[in-house]
Structures are given as C-alpha cells and as structure tokens.
C-alpha cells in the first residue's frame, strides 16, 4: 500500500459549511479510487495522509497541487506499507461540532481529549507519528 503525507496552506481560510462540502466531494472520490487517509485543518493548515494504490494517489496529490485553496505545498514523505493504515479514515477537523457532524461516517474528532493516541494508532508507522506530533502541537 503506497501512502503519501503532505502538508499546505490554505489560500483563504474555509468556513465550516466549505469544509463539509470537502469532506463530502473527497469521500464520494476516495471510495470510487480506492483511497484512505485523513485530512487534518486547523487555522488555514492542512497536513494529508492518503493511501491507495501509488497511481491513485500519486494522481489525486497532482490534482491537490492544481487546486487553488492550496498553497506552500509541501511533500512530506511518500512510502509503502503493507497495509491501509486509516482503512476507514477520511477526514478530521478540529473545528468543526455538533451532532451532525460526529455522526457522518468516517469522521473522527482526533482533537477530543476523550479520544487517546492508544485508541488511534496501536502500530504506529511514521505518517502516524507525524498526525499524532501535529496533534499534540496543535
């Protein structure tokens, strides 16, 4: 399973309702593809880990690129692993609430202090420490 960690800038900061309808449009295309991962923002940041086939992720990292709410790219780190490590993962936002919310499929609030790093990640690989360091800095 090839993974992908990347980290950006937002162009302008998203309001919750543009931060649904990104994590709506992502998990309508990750399914179709075949990708996981998770999407953290926090205050016009983003930090990205995708998994999937290299060619799928590879393809959908290019499209991030072009997307203009993004800029200040930067790849983090590319690698293999030999399983999905988010298998059921989309998105988490941290400052996004509400019952509504918690209750679409695949999002996690990975900022609630009730949600422990044991429960998160019990094998953790490098992407995983790097989500739960940008966690903690957070």
């Not at 980290?7 to 295309?29: F, G, K, V």
Request: aromatic share 10%; net charge negative.
């Amino acid at each position: 399973m090839f993974y992908l960690v990347y980290s950006s800038s937002a162009t302008e900061l998203l309001t919750e309702e543009q931060l649904l309808e990104l994590l709506h449009q992502s998990r309508i295309y990750n399914e179709k593809v075949g990708i996981t991962g998770m999407l953290l923002y926090k205050d016009g940041n983003f930090f990205q880990v995708l998994e999937g086939e290299k060619h799928e992720v590879e393809k959908l990292y290019d499209k991030i690129c072009r997307d203009v709410r993004h800029h200040n790219l930067i790849l983090l780190i590319t690698g293999t692993e030999e399983e999905r490590k988010f298998p059921d993962w989309t998105m988490a936002f941290r400052n996004l609430s509400g019952a509504d919310i918690a209750s679409i499929p695949g999002f996690v609030d990975i900022f609630d202090p009730a949600v422990s790093k044991q429960e998160l990640f019990s094998d953790p690989s490098i992407s995983q420490k790097l989500l739960l360091k940008f966690k903690e800095i957070m």
